[in-house]
């Protein structure tokens, strides 16, 4: 079977167009599969930066409440001390 020469010419493009959609999906997934690396490191960093921020809302609040038990104590103590002053005078 003998092709003409305009077939010849039409295999002969769309063989190049083949070849060039080829090589441009080998690197566009390349570039999807490098992207998809970066992000995955990017949500690890995120999910390690909210769990250090968890748990220094956690240390905070072992802190923040016996230091409030603390204070209240504090200021009933200071409440009591003026009344006993007042109360000498």
């Known amino acids: 079977m003998d092709l003409s020469t305009t077939q010849q010419i039409l295999v002969v493009i769309l ?6 959609f080829l090589i441009l999906s080998i690197i566009i997934a390349a570039m999807v ?3 998809l690396t970066t992000l995955r490191g990017l949500a690890d960093r995120a ?3 909210v769990q250090s921020a968890e748990n220094v809302g ?3 609040k072992n802190v923040v409440t016996p230091m409030s038990v603390l204070k209240f104590g504090h200021s009933i103590f200071d409440l009591v ?4 002053k007042r109360s000498k005078d």
Do not use: G
């Open 33 to 35: 599969i490098q992207l």
């Open 47 to 49: 999910e390690r930066v």
């Open 81 to 84: 001390s003026k009344h006993a």
């Open 58 to 60: 956690e240390i905070i």
């Open 15 to 20: 063989s190049a167009a083949l070849a060039i």
